[in-house]
């Protein structure tokens, strides 16, 4: 479908779910209590790396108010049809990574087990009448632990002797448990030394980032319970609703066919919820018990025993000539996978493709290290591994810029890719990748094509907005007067992907309603994020009906078609294709009808504000006639389903710059100003597409600057809430400017590419490349703390 004007697609309709939300209409999971509602608790881990000796839960059982505690001695197996007669002694590894099946995260995990890997891990569980009960329950519970050294970082992981964290023989799919290597990639396209051989100049450098946390609104939560019929239903707030209900399954045996799991409106996920974080144990708890349990972690449960971004350790190495062309790439990651594999094989590849293939060069080396620790569980992040290598490969190009005398700008004007450039390196890191080139294949055999690119544009329209060249100079000026408080500006640019290609599957179905409206049935879980509304200005403009005229239905997996779910920036462009597709074809079913009735052929037809006109004659009806006599006279209500998988990820682009001033006496780091360009193709929504980048910015601007999940020497987390961890507060944000470059993807519904993931990329390395230029140090670690400040410019040891 080409570029043409549209009447619902591009316009700043209003959401869907709008109305309940704002007037407090029950939409939460939290809204939907049960009658005889038990509620539960998890007792955690003290120790990161412990084994159970013995456990005691008689104290426990006996206080009034208690039906459950189970332990790794008597975890519930349901089996046969129905649910309540359980065998004990379950032990059955899954992962609970979200991802299509197979996963390609390990099953490393239990659903309870007797060793703990790290402060949080799961002891017992208790199911009792009230919140408070089940507390003092978790109390009452006396474990006797065999304390094992703890491994507390990927070095020590790897080091010869190191304790093993996963030495349980029934492990499936980690690399190499013994050396406590999760997943490893180590790849080449051509000759990388030949290529700094090449080079005029060769740079090198280092950078790490920490652990950040999703610090989502609300906390995980579900609700578990038997229905009528004696089939387990779960209402959870996640982000995959089918990929929970598999893995309730393969952890609770029982069968796919009486498992329901409802995703109401979710209060924040960005990739937290990719992770059925707490739905096994409650429902695990509802299968002890038959009846139903609320289970709700607390924020410090949340910020321990939840997920976060991966931890690494990254080093860059480029080889450049004078005139700013890159002779060759090199990247190594050492990553932090915390206790379990989640998501661990996964991430770390898209902090190599995601990031090295916008930039033109012909031999990459791309290698990373994911290593097992008994530290908090590293996994899903709004940006997926990709904020990582944005941060270490955009200090560096600013480096490598310095190191030939090129501005910034000018310089990623002269080496970023274009429209009509390929994707070498992807194909052989990607969760679907061919083998790796070798003598036969060469890498431009299997290159993917960048089919639409305004990567250049963001660069140029950002530099002009923020007044880049001006403000370079004159804040140099500044600075030599101004010892106390400096100023900088630095820019970054950026890829990301749209979904995950040849994985992410969708499906969606359109109902005709005799009265022209539509009913959309989508698996696609709206996570906040306004996705059942722009589908549902998809197919209204397909339909020439209003977004008011179209019901949306989304993510009940009793009631819609399946979908991957929310993550991987696919909901626009995977499930929207699956939409489009479905109402292409009650559209091609309507016009067929309407020209029996008018006397025309169909392919003259079309649909607009709720009518069928030719467009070669001046007939035209309503398309309420043509659906009526679809119902009433054919017999036959018009209803499709389609499925989309897409063979490709065409990546978005954006640049993004920022101003800042630094007190070099308190180490203080202000935004002034944030400027982000964005290529997401076709914008659907302006007003959602805005607030996506707003957030996404307000999230990277923590990880920039505040935001750090820490450990002390022994393990033991930090962080007890959002007090002692900083996410960034309203009255800190810079002013801020949007500017949207539309390109048109061709194989994106209406055009469209992804943004939701891209915008939280860039201000870690903007702000980092702006303090070089306020300070003249290079700092290489997040975040940019007072503290870290004042150790750059030595004023503090």
Known sequence: MSRRNFHVVGKDVRKVDGRELVTGAPAFADDFPQPNMLYGKILGSPHPHARIRSIDTSGAEALEGVHSVLTYENVPRARGPVGRRADLFNRVPYTRAGQDYPEPSPWDFFLLDNKMRFVGDRVAAVAAETVEIAKKACALIEVDYEILTPVLSPEDAFAEGAPIVHDEPDVQK??????????????????????????????????????????????????????????????????????????????????????????????????????????????????????????????????????????????????????????????????????????????????????????????????????????????????????????????????????????????????????????????????????????????????????????????????????????????????????????????????????????????????????????LFIGAADIGTGGDTVIGQMVAETLGITLDEVTVYSSDTDVVPFDSGAYASSTTYVSGNAALKAAIEVRDDLLTIAAGLMGEEAGNLRLEDRQIISSRSSKKIPLRDAAMHSIYKNKDQIEHTASHVSPVSPPPFAAQYAEIEVDTETGEVRVVEFVTAVDAGTIINPQLARGQVDGAVSMGLGYALTEELMHDENGVPMNRGLVDYKIFKAVGMPKMKTIFVETYEATGPFGVKAIAEIPTNGAPPAIGNALKHALGVRMRDLPFTPERVLRAIGKMK
Request: a negative charge; one cysteine or more.
């Open 174 to 519: 980690a690399e190499d448990p013994k050396r406590n290597l999760c997943a490893s990639v180590d790849v080449y396209l051509r000759d990388v030394e030949a290529g700094f051989r090449e080079a005029d100049t060769v740079v090198e450098g280092s950078y790490s980032v920490p652990r950040q946390q999703h610090a989502q609104m609300e906390l995980h939560i579900a609700i578990s319970y038997f229905d009528e019929d004696d089939r387990l239903t779960v209402i959870c707030a996640t982000q995959v609703p089918f990929h929970v209900r598999r893995q309730l399954s393969q952890s609770l045996g029982l069968p796919v066919s009486r498992i329901r799991v409802i995703k109401p409106r979710v209060g924040g996920g960005f990739g937290g919820k990719q992770e059925m974080v707490i739905e096994d144990i409650c429902a695990a708890l509802t299968v002890a018990t038959h009846r139903p349990v609320r289970l709700e972690l607390d924020r410090y449960e949340d910020l321990t025993a939840a997920r976060c971004r991966h931890p690494m350790k990254l080093t860059c190495k480029t080889g450049v000539k004078k005139d700013g062309s890159l002779t060759a790439i090199e990247m190594i990651a050492l990553v932090d996978a915390g206790a379990y594999g989640s998501h661990s094989p996964t991430v770390p590849t898209n902090t190599g493709n995601k990031n090295l293939p916008r930039y033109r060069c012909r031999n990459m080396h791309y290698r990373f290290d994911a290593a097992y620790t008994n530290l908090t569980v590293s996994g899903a992040m709004r940006g997926y591994g990709t904020p990582q290598g944005s941060f270490a490969l955009e200090c560096h190009m600013d480096e490598t810029a310095e190191a030939i005398g090129m501005d910034p700008v000018d310089f990623r004007l002269s080496c970023t890719v274009v429209e009509g450039d390929t994707d070498e390196l992807s194909p052989y890191i990607y969760e679907v990748k061919s083998e790796a080139p070798g003598d036969e294949t060469k890498p431009e055999d299997v290159a993917w094509p960048i089919t639409s690119c305004g990567l250049h544009d963001c660069i140029q329209k950002g530099a002009e907005e923020i007044d880049w060249a001006r403000k370079r100079k004159e804040f140099d000026k500044y600075n030599v007067s101004n010892p106390v408080v400096r100023k900088g500006i630095g820019m970054c640019c950026l890829s990301q992907g749209s979904g995950v290609a040849g994985i992410d599957t969708a499906n969606a179905t359109v109902r005709l309603n005799e009265d022209g409206s539509a009913i």
